[in-house]
């Protein structure tokens, strides 16, 4: 019979080996995994460290014998494979009773990232911590027992955590620990959390941590895990590059991840961007003997054509179940380019993201123009309707380029619908067309999407020109800034010279706008944009050179 080996027993080759065996009941299929576990939630770890999975056991779908039964798969676990011999078409294995050789006739690497340390000084202090495995994860939690403990037996100091990294990973992180009780720190290189969203959400995200009690330390990076003398309050002082030193007991790294290509590169495979194994449409490598997938591959980025590894599980199991229907023979499902839709939960909102943002684009030189939408979640009068904070990408032919939510409800609908839209190519033509499903605790007749396709025609078709908060400090020393909202909004806040007149006075007021222009383009805004449209309208009517704020006053609030 035919042998599949199979490195690593997670999501890719766990996907690939169960895929195998459905379509071969007869190949003999073996699956060598280093650590003590296969088939491990690994997105689970977070949401166990707060509880919300009460049981460690839970993460764990799989037992080589439930494999066994199930799919008469051979899996050996604590078995790491530490070389291929490509000529002979063989791995050598490392395991506890000695190293042994092992033949194959298709063989898939899936061995995932490998968890990326900043330099920082002291990292190897107990205090330290990273959660990518369950090994980290049983660390994690020996470590909070242990301190919750000590307040049992009387500790005063409260438990702190200090969390490097706001990305994905390291807000779940923050968020568990949070949610375990302790006072937490994150610190963050970027100037804002979570780097991959575009600037004016992620302040969102900043409130919403700050509002839970988190401390924000951004734009400066960890330099040193200090440790405290016995007796000291807590284990260790956090010092960062900009002088800060923040008391821990624990330090959770999360910086990133590489992908785990080192047995690859030995034996000669071609690597890559940041070297990921590079593969082809059917996953296989430079040897037509190998296959690879998951976080250790390079993928094709949508829109931009990029390449270079995606670490998200949903690649990762498709990903192996292409390499198994390829290695078998079966069929050729399209491979599609990877849009990198992604989602987090930070305590009451959710943030995600699909396709490339806007600084993605601009640094692919790729042409497009920003479109924003605060709309209601469902429809407005219903009770409980919630912003939905859209930032969302078209190219001059109106096709979605890439889009971005944030909000309290419905953020992971919208975002579902978006990244299907950009997967079929849909055009702002198309999202304005889409006959989403309706009721009022659901959504609204003109859904968010359909709202964002809206605002894409009337912008790309000329009908509404639009201005950029990041542009402000040019848009204000060139135009008349019109504010368009109501006098009691307007003296919460303006912009210095802006002239005030509420939408429902300006078709009265024309005169005074045009005396005040003097020439000049009107840059108008409201609070969110809507009203500001309306006056817009009538300003361009009135034979005026108007624009409206892209997003409003929320937008610029929320824009660096
Ligand atoms: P893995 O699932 O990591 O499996 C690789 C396995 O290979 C490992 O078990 C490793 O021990 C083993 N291995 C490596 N080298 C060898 C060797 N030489 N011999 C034998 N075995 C070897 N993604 C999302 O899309 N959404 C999420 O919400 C999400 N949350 C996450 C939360 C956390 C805390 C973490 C750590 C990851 C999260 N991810 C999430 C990412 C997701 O888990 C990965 O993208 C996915 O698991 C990658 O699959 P993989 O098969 O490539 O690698």
């Not at 063989?107 to 107990?126: E, F, I, N, S, W």
């Not at 931009?304 to 590894?309: I, N, V």
């Not at 305590?347 to 605060?374: C, N």
């Not at 190219?395 to 309290?408: F, T």
């Amino acid at each position: 019979a035919r042998r599949i080996v199979v490195v690593g027993g997670v999501a890719g080759g766990m996907s690939a080996a169960a895929r195998a065996r459905r379509l071969d009941e007869r190949a003999s299929i073996i699956v060598l995994e280093q650590s003590d576990h296969v088939s491990f939630a690994g997105c689970g770890l977070p949401y166990q460290v707060a509880g919300e999975i009460a049981e460690r056991d839970a993460l764990l779908l799989h037992t080589p014998a439930s494999l066994r039964a199930s799919l008469d798969l051979d899996v050996r676990t604590r078995h790491r494979v530490t070389a291929i011999d490509r000529a002979a078409r063989t791995v050598t294995v490392a395991a506890e009773d000695g190293a042994y050789e092992l033949g194959y006739d298709a063989l898939l690497l899936a061995p995932g990232a490998t968890t990326v340390l900043p330099p920082v000084a002291g990292l190897d202090h107990p205090a330290v911590h990273t959660l990518r495995t369950m090994s980290d994860l049983d660390a994690l939690s020996a470590r909070l027992a242990q301190l919750e403990a000590e307040v049992a037996a009387g500790r005063t100091a409260p438990l702190r955590a200090v969390v490097v990294g706001a990305g994905f990973i390291g807000l779940e992180a923050v968020e568990a620990l949070v949610g375990r009780g302790l006072t937490v720190d994150v610190v963050e290189r970027a100037d804002q959390v979570l780097p991959p969203l575009e600037p004016d959400l992620a302040p969102l995200l900043a409130d919403e941590l700050r509002d839970h009690g988190v401390g924000l330390h951004l734009g400066t990076s960890a330099s040193a895990v200090v440790p405290q003398p016995e007796g000291a309050d807590h284990a260790v002082a956090l010092e960062l590059t900009d002088g800060t030193a923040l008391d821990a007991d624990v330090v959770l790294v999360s910086v990133g991840v590489r992908p785990a290509s080192d047995l690859a590169a030995a034996a000669g495979l071609a690597l890559g961007e940041r070297g990921a194994i590079r593969v082809d449409a059917d996953q296989r490598t430079s040897d037509p003997h190998v296959w690879a997938v998951g976080d250790a591959v390079e993928v094709v980025h949508a829109v931009t054509g990029a390449t270079g590894p995606v670490p998200l599980a949903g690649p990762a199991n498709r990903q192996g179940r292409r390499a198994a229907d390829s290695m078998l023979g079966h069929r050729r499902t399209p491979q599609a380019p990877v849009l990198g839709t992604a989602i987090v939960r930070v305590f009451g909102l959710t943030a995600a993201v699909t396709g490339p943002s806007h600084a993605t684009l601009a640094a692919a030189d790729v042409v497009h123009e920003q479109v924003r939408v605060h709309a209601a979640h469902h429809a407005g009068w219903f009770p409980g309707a919630e912003p939905v904070h859209v930032t969302a990408s078209f190219g001059p032919d109106g096709r979605l380029l890439g889009a971005q939510a944030v909000g309290r409800a419905g953020v992971d609908k919208r975002i579902d619908v978006l990244a299907t839209a950009l997967r079929a190519g849909l055009t702002a033509d198309d999202l304005a067309e889409l006959e989403l499903a309706y009721a009022p605790p659901y959504g609204a007749p003109k859904d968010v999407v359909n709202m964002l396709g809206f605002v894409a025609q009337n912008v790309l078709d000329g009908t509404m020109p639009q201005w950029h908060a990041a542009d402000l400090d040019e848009v204000v020393a060139t135009s008349l800034v019109l504010d368009v909202r109501s006098r009691a909004e307007h003296a919460g806040g303006y912009l210095d010279g802006a002239l005030n007149v509420p939408h429902t006075e300006l078709r009265e007021r024309l005169d005074e706008v045009r005396a005040a222009a003097a020439g000049r383009p009107v840059a108008v805004h409201c609070a969110s944009g809507v009203r500001s449209y309306l006056a817009t309208r009538v300003l361009l009517t009135a034979g005026l050179d108007a624009r409206n704020l892209s997003g409003g006053w929320l937008t610029l609030t929320t824009t660096p």
